[in-house]
Structure formats: structure tokens, C-alpha cells
């Protein structure tokens, strides 16, 4: 157990349609980060919070949102789902979001668009 | 899509033998790190390298940077099945705090 916890476990929605996932990080972890994997496109990075600012974008689609909370938690917004969208969405977290910081992977949420 | 190429991207070995994976890169990495990630959970990290030719040992798994900070190795030492499992490399280029993940080799040890 990582200490990262992530909201849903699996979710299955439709095209068109608007998910949030959500990430509560170790306690003490300043630093959430949001990745998303595929079969096809490996595991890519999506964007990085630390202490309520974001630090980092990746490969981000604009559909895509995300935002980290005072009690630093975070969410992840995801709208005009497409099917392509489907894939495991991970959160991670670490203390002071640098380099060479360990990340703390959660179990992520599976996500289907049918 | 940027990513780190790995080489190979699947592994079929019996328990006892040697093994080891390769990630490379065009460009150089202010740091790497390596992952083992098993099938339903989230990756773990092994080790983080930041000094070009730093060798760094973790039991049987032995991890190398590139003098040039441009590619890395993972040596594993007498194979278990325990071992099995996607392993990933994953840098960060100097001045951004921007993850770039490796394709991903899926190694699997045989009893």
C-alpha cells in the first residue's frame, strides 16, 4: 500500500459524457502528479501540482482539467469523453515534487468509455 | 508521443539466468529512474540515477547510467519469478519537471 488512494476504482461511462477521478496523496506529499497508461501509448505523463500550483503540464488534452485542493487533494477532470479516452488513470504523489523525489504510485482508476 | 525507447520489449527467461534491459534516449536526462510496475497496481520505484556512469545495486539488480546521461541499463542477476513484471524507465530533462516514461519491458521468469 502506497499511502495514495484514488476514487473510483473502475468507471464506465459514454462518449460525450464528463468524469472526475479523484487523488488524496501520502500524508505530508505537497506534490500530485496525474498519468495516464494505454496499451498503445505506454504510460504518459499529464501534468504535476505542487502545493496547489501547477508545476508541470505533459501531453494534456484540453478536454482535460485537473486541479489540486487546499487539503491537497486533486482531481482530474476529463469531458467529451472519446473511447480512445479509456485507459488506467494513475495519481501519484511525493514530498517536495522534485526530480529525484520518489513518486508514490496509487492503484489508479480504470476507466472504460463505451 | 515522446518516450524513451526500451529494448527488448518482452522477456521470456528461465529462473536462474541473467538479464538486462535498456533505455534509450536522444537527449540528455537530468535524472532517471526505473519502475517495476506488476499487472493492477501502480508502478513501485527501484532507484533514481543523476550522476553520468553512477552504478547503483538494489539486491540482484544492478543499475547503470550512461557516462553521457543519455541511457540507462538494468542488470538482473540470477532471475526469480518474482521478478516478473513490466519495468519502466522514466527521465526528466534538465529544467523541467516533465516525466517522460519508457515503452515498457515485460519480463516474465519462468520456474
Known amino acids: 500500500d502506497s499511502g495514495v488512494t484514488q476514487t473510483p476504482k473502475h468507471l464506465i461511462t459514454a462518449t460525450g459524457q464528463r468524469v472526475t477521478l479523484r487523488c488524496s496523496p501520502r500524508?505530508?506529499?505537497?506534490?500530485v502528479y496525474w498519468y495516464q497508461q494505454s496499451l498503445d501509448q505506454g504510460l504518459q505523463f499529464l501534468i504535476q501540482y505542487y502545493n496547489g500550483e501547477e508545476r508541470a503540464k505533459g501531453n494534456i488534452l484540453e478536454r482535460f482539467s485537473a486541479q489540486q485542493f487546499p487539503d491537497l487533494h486533486s482531481e482530474l477532470n476529463l469531458s467529451s469523453l472519446e473511447l480512445g479516452d479509456s485507459a488506467l488513470y494513475f495519481c501519484?504523489?511525493?514530498?517536495?515534487?522534485?526530480?529525484?523525489?520518489?513518486?508514490?504510485f496509487g492503484p489508479g482508476t480504470r476507466l472504460t468509455v463505451l | 508521443t515522446q518516450l524513451l525507447e526500451q529494448s527488448p520489449q518482452f522477456l521470456s527467461i528461465q529462473e536462474g539466468e541473467n538479464l538486462t534491459v535498456y533505455c534509450n534516449s536522444s537527449s540528455v536526462f537530468s535524472s532517471l529512474q526505473w519502475y517495476r510496475q506488476e499487472p493492477g497496481e501502480g508502478p513501485v520505484l527501484l532507484v533514481t540515477?543523476?550522476?553520468?556512469?553512477e552504478v547503483k545495486k538494489l539486491k540482484r539488480l544492478t543499475f547503470q547510467f550512461g557516462d553521457a546521461r543519455k541511457d540507462s541499463s538494468l542488470h538482473i542477476t540470477a532471475a526469480q519469478p518474482g521478478d516478473t513484471g513490466l519495468y519502466l524507465c522514466a527521465g526528466t530533462y534538465s529544467g523541467t519537471y516533465k516525466y517522460i516514461f519508457g515503452t515498457g519491458t515485460r519480463l516474465k521468469v519462468l520456474a
Open positions: 540515477v543523476v550522476t553520468g556512469g
Open positions: 500524508s505530508g506529499d505537497l506534490s
Open positions: 501519484a504523489s511525493s514530498e517536495q515534487g522534485g526530480n529525484t523525489d520518489t513518486q508514490y
